[in-house]
């Protein structure tokens, strides 16, 4: 089947663990701008989610070379895993390709690819979608390009990043370019906004561009005004969904469409409620940028049911507090209550209200 156009999200120098040299004497900043640059990376995944996108590039100065944390490199796979899509690198200038590089001594994800050649490597995004790159090891570098090797009659992309230059891009039908290249009027080139925030809360953005054979629109979305907003709910006494929806929506507050809700949802409900949890994804999903959810509740038990019943539980209760009466027993305070508690909770391995 043929495609007609694809849908990219491209970026530049996102230079994550880069100190910035004017804040690198404060250790508090340096921290601050660590975890904003991978909060970016972490909101770009999302929206390669909720754009439907065919893959993400980095035109280049992705990572600081010099003061990369192994912390860092392990936090980006992580993310990086969890695009829908694939990424894929050319190395530029702050983040040569060399033997010790990131790009080399690090295992990506398998959705991720780095171009790791300084002469042009062709990608088959489809059957007839076709996206050029290469990388750079120092300095700047020249592409050397066999136009008989490219089909005109399809789509052709070409990655270029900060130092690299080719003298003929006339084939190419779209060419991804690193913004701090001047802006150009032809049509079939679009610029990768740069993610570097210089301090922290800085602006930062990433263009998104359909690529078509005749055609090329992009645009561009600041990433600093999409907020990640974790949040955690504890379910306690759920009978039933009223109950279910004031609980989460009191925790979740302020609902905004430029926000990404991460929501785990953990307790103990009625046996006798079953949510349609994704259902409920589908409702919060109209209400915040993107959704994701994580469940992890148990049946609740009222400990009146417990008593009531002839089983270890019941006669461990009775046997430890001495009494028959019921309503005496769960009406308990202090310390014999937290002690019936726990001992059921042992006995029983379920949480019990």
């Known amino acids: 089947m043929s495609v007609e156009t694809v849908r990219i999200l491209h970026f530049s120098d996102l230079l994550l663990d880069d100190p910035g040299h004017d804040i690198a004497v404060d250790v508090r900043l340096v921290g601050k701008l660590r975890e904003e640059r991978l909060n970016i990376l972490e909101k770009i995944s999302e929206l390669a989610k909720k754009e439907k996108i065919d893959c993400i590039v980095s035109n280049g100065n992705f990572i600081y070379d010099e003061c990369i944390r192994s912390d860092t490199i392990d936090r980006t796979k992580e993310i990086l895993a969890e695009c829908k899509c694939p990424v894929y690198f050319?190395?530029?200038?702050?983040?040569?390709?060399?033997?010790?590089?990131?790009?080399?001594?690090?295992?990506?994800?398998?959705?991720?690819?780095i171009f790791s050649s300084e002469k042009l490597e062709v990608i088959?995004?489809?059957?007839?979608?076709?996206?050029?790159?290469?990388?750079?090891?120092?300095?700047?570098?020249?592409?050397?390009?066999?136009?008989?090797?490219?089909?005109?009659?399809?789509?052709?992309?070409?990655?270029?990043?900060?130092?690299?230059?080719?003298?003929?891009?006339?084939?190419f039908d779209c060419v991804l370019v690193p913004s701090n290249e001047k802006k150009d009027s032809r049509k079939k080139?679009?610029?990768s906004l740069p993610l570097l925030p210089l301090r922290p809360g800085g602006i930062s953005g990433i263009t998104l561009s359909e690529c078509g054979k005749d055609s090329l629109s992009s645009k561009r979305i600041k990433v600093s005004d999409i907020e990640i907003k974790e949040?955690?709910?504890?379910?306690?006494?759920?009978?039933?969904?009223?109950?279910l929806e004031k609980e989460i929506s009191s925790v979740i507050g302020k609902k905004s469409k430029r926000t990404i809700l991460k929501l785990k949802i953990r307790g103990a409900i009625s046996p006798d409620l079953s949510p349609d949890w994704q259902e409920v994804k589908k409702e919060l999903t109209q209400q915040f940028y993107s959704v994701s959810l994580e469940v992890d509740v148990v049946p609740h038990y009222d400990?009146?049911?417990?008593?009531?019943s002839d089983d270890l539980c019941g006669k461990y209760i009775r046997e430890v507090t001495k009494k028959d009466d019921l309503e005496v027993i769960a009406s308990s305070k202090g310390e014999m209550r937290d002690a019936l508690y726990m001992g059921l909770n042992l006995l029983m391995g379920r949480p019990i209200r």
């Not at 530029?92 to 398998?110: A, E």
């Not at 076709?130 to 700047?140: N, P, Q, R, V």
């Open 124 to 171: 088959d995004l489809f059957p007839d979608v076709h996206l050029y790159g290469m990388s750079i090891s120092e300095g700047e570098s020249r592409i050397t390009l066999n136009k008989e090797e490219i089909k005109k009659e399809e789509l052709n992309l070409l990655i270029l990043q900060d130092g690299m230059r080719i003298d003929d891009d006339s084939d």
């Open 303 to 308: 400990l009146r049911d417990i008593l009531k």
């Open 231 to 243: 949040v955690e709910v504890v379910l306690k006494e759920t009978y039933n969904m009223d109950d």
């Open 189 to 191: 080139v679009s610029h």
């Open 90 to 113: 050319a190395a530029g200038k702050k983040d040569p390709l060399h033997n010790l590089s990131y790009y080399k001594i690090s295992d990506f994800p398998p959705n991720c690819h």
